[in-house]
């Protein structure tokens, strides 16, 4: 078991508390509007399915 002096010694905040930061082509595919459309209606697709499967 750490003693206090070893438990002390941590930062609160260190370098790899912090998540990595996205690249160019992820953030263009993130904001890619043609992209969010689609898989927009893909969702509503699965879920359409999953409804008319449960109703019949």
């Not at 992209?35 to 109703?55: A, D, E, P, R, S």
């Amino acid at each position: 078991m750490a003693n206090i002096q070893d438990r002390m010694k941590n930062k609160a905040y260190e370098d790899y508390a912090y998540a990595t930061r996205p690249g160019k082509m992820t953030l263009f595919w993130r904001r890619c509007l043609i992209k969010q459309v689609y898989m927009f209606f893909k969702l509503n697709l699965k879920i359409m399915m999953m409804v008319v499967k449960g109703h019949s």
